[in-house]
């Protein structure tokens, strides 16, 4: 990838005239079965582009749910910056939502003045608080219908829309037939340092041009950075399997550990996020991501050596462990290691306190 940003031919994109930045365009588009695709520096802006386009007047309302990326972690900017109203639905464990409840959430009786218009309605695939759970076909296709019966766009942050296609062994078009626009990140698994790719009809991605110059999204020559978004996606979808193994092989190694201090339902485990709980409540999860994170000269005499294992305390009481590009097999047996030496010092320490 940096081979390729060092060579990359360029020109100025808020023109049209970055030659890298089209053909990764161009290329984009065809691999989500879309008209076309545009290239915006972050997936928070890329969502708030979607989000202005197609709910145009300000007083509009998307229906999300109510533990999507979009209403959790985009600092409300659909409100903030579009003037565009949320409503939400309860996003169930596999990361879709009732869809009784939609139905329930959408407005009727337009223009009547007391109420917001249901312009959109808004997906995620994988799902990232539920533990990167790959939405099902059929939940797709039946919410496309409902949005049809009633004149909403569908949008889908497909942050990590990719490892949903490898996991269910099909085309990103496949799944992308179902929506109006939708957001892919490059970085994560795909290793590009930066970038997302916004796809959706002709008319979409002409409106999210002007959309992406206001939100100071209109780079120059960041053909630079297009060429390892390319790289992204033509090189890098495959690998996603490896992450998906490493993660169940990980979850397997936790239920495997004695003294049993984790609980893992395999049953979750669909792609390269993993949320597990400590069995014991006297280890919290922050406590229990501090001691994976850390090494004392007991760890170094027991196992050999020192092991630095990243993990994040997550909602609900859980842990949340991710894997990516740069990590192994061998690393993920180290991750391993590491929580069974964790498990074991923790039992210790409890019948000396007892």
Not at 51 to 74: A, F, K, Q, W
Request: with cysteine; charged share 20%.
């Amino acid at each position: 990838m940096r081979r390729a940003m060092a060579e990359a031919e360029v020109g100025d994109d808020v023109l049209g005239e970055d030659p890298t930045v089209n053909e990764l365009q161009k290329f984009a588009a065809d691999m989500f079965g879309m008209e076309g695709a545009l290239y915006v520096p972050t997936g928070t802006m890329s969502n708030l582009i979607a989000v202005m386009v197609h709910c145009r007047e300000r007083g509009d309302e998307m229906i999300v749910g109510d533990l999507s990326h979009i209403h959790v972690y985009e600092q409300g900017s659909s409100a903030q910056l579009a003037g565009v109203h949320s409503a939400a639905v309860t996003t169930l464990g596999d990361g879709t939502y009732d869809l009784d409840q939609l139905i329930s959430k959408i407005r009727h009786g337009y223009p009547d003045p007391h109420y917001p218009r249901s312009r959109l309605v808004c997906v995620e695939n994988t799902h990232n608080i539920q533990g990167g759970r790959v939405l099902p076909l059929s939940f797709l296709q039946e919410l496309r219908s409902v949005a049809d019966k009633f004149g909403l766009a569908v949008h889908m942050d497909g942050a990590r829309v990719m490892n949903a296609a490898v996991a269910l062994g099909v085309q990103p078009s496949v799944i992308l037939q179902h929506c109006d626009s939708v957001s892919v990140c490059l970085s994560k698994g795909l290793g590009a340092p930066v970038g997302t790719m916004l796809g959706g009809s002709k008319d979409f991605i002409q409106r999210a041009v002007r959309a992406r110059k206001a939100l100071g999204g209109g780079m120059r020559q960041w053909g630079v950075l297009a060429a390892a978004g390319k790289i992204a996606l033509s090189d890098m979808i495959g690998r996603l399997e490896e992450d998906h193994r490493n993660a169940r092989s990980f979850a397997q190694g936790l239920l495997q550990c004695d003294p049993p201090l984790y609980h893992v339902d395999l049953t979750t485990v669909e792609t390269n996020i993993l949320r597990f709980r400590l069995r014991d409540t006297q280890m919290s999860p922050a406590e229990f991501c501090e001691r994976m994170a850390s090494v004392d000269e007991e760890e170094v005499k027991v196992l050999g050596q020192g092991l630095q294992v990243l993990m994040f305390p997550h909602v609900g009481g859980t842990v949340r462990a991710v894997w990516h590009l740069g990590i192994s097999e061998e690393d993920t047996q180290l991750a391993v290691l590491k929580a069974q030496f964790v498990a074991q010092q923790h039992k210790l320490k409890s019948i000396r306190a007892a």
